[in-house]
């Protein structure tokens, strides 16, 4: 399964594939960070977010998109653009019929360090040897988003599929969501023991 | 000139279309309320009012949309959905080459009734009577779509476009562009009246 992670940004937007095999196995596939523009107008800059993510998502054929969930509660000026930058990733999944699935940082961090309040090295430093890379992945800040990715791979529970959802899904979306859930129930199962 | 304004809304996104004319003469041309299922979940949810604005826009073929500028500091849990709802707008129009306007609350109040902390039914009625309309636009809620639409024909300023935004343009926008700086020039000199 190929599991494409966004830690969204309006200026700055994370973007780490990775392919979760068999056994949890995890290897690395992309990382990269879309960008817009800080001058130019809020319209453009949304585009030029947008076509980035479409044209990752074209590449890579993601299995699944999963996107850190943004709170209000956040009093950055950024998180309006932050937001938007979330719901853009979602369009461009929902469009072609991808499974779309939330993670808060806190969970990344814990299915990635066993520490929900790990510090942003930590995560790095995890990310690194979890994929088996020589090096912390570049750009630093895209390790969030391949982070997200994993986070996914490891516990898939925080995704937004409920069981109202399922009656609104396409073919695709539903043999996933079956999959997913039998993931989930397998996983409930590991934590059990 | 066709405007069409937004009142951005996850679960209702109001679109009122008009047509300035010579004079700032207001002709009403539309509004309509586009809906998505709150029971779905967030991405499908995002898809069904894109998929919506899109229409409108695309029926319409406005030559500007006015959209309504969200803030972070309205603390409701509906935010980070509103800000979503009008970042998909804003992508709507970005990809047919439509400039965008954002105008606040208070400018479209003050623009229409010539108080920005007008009554939402004060709004209702300045629009019903600019408008010539028999009787207030229905849904009701929609009339704040419309109302946008008005202030960005009688206010274009509250507008995106910056000098550095010209840099960016499509030969369409910049031809808007210019044309919108005129009107900006006219009106600076009717105010200074």
Redesign the interface.
């Known amino acids: 399964m190929i599991i494409l992670g966004v830690d969204p940004g309006l200026t700055r937007c994370g973007v780490g594939v990775i392919e979760a095999g068999a056994y949890r196995r995890l290897s690395f596939i992309h990382v990269d960070v879309v960008r817009s ?1 800080p ?6 800059r ?2 030029a977010i ?1 076509n980035g993510l479409v044209e990752k998502i074209e590449r890579f054929a993601p299995d699944v998109v999963s996107i850190e969930r ?3 509660q956040s ?3 950024t ?2 653009g932050t ?2 930058a ?3 990733a ?2 461009a ?3 072609r019929g991808i499974p ?1 699935a ?1 993670h808060t940082p806190t969970e990344a961090k814990l299915a990635i360090t066993g520490d929900g309040r790990a510090q942003k090295i930590q995560v790095e430093r995890m990310v690194t040897r979890i994929l088996n890379l020589s090096a912390m992945p570049t750009p630093a800040d895209a390790a969030d988003a391949l982070a997200l990715a994993i986070c996914h791979a490891l516990h898939p529970a925080g995704a ?3 069981g ?2 399922e009656q ?1 899904l396409t073919p695709a979306q539903r043999q996933w969501a079956q999959a997913a859930q039998k993931t989930r129930r397998r996983s409930s199962t590991d934590r059990g023991m």
Chains 1, 2 share one sequence.
Do not use: I, K, P, T
């Open positions: 523009a001058d130019v107008s809020q319209d453009l949304l585009l947008y943004v709170f209000a009093n950055h000026n998180v309006l937001a938007q979330a719901g853009l979602m369009l999944a929902a469009q779309v939330l937004l599929q409920g109202e959802r609104h």
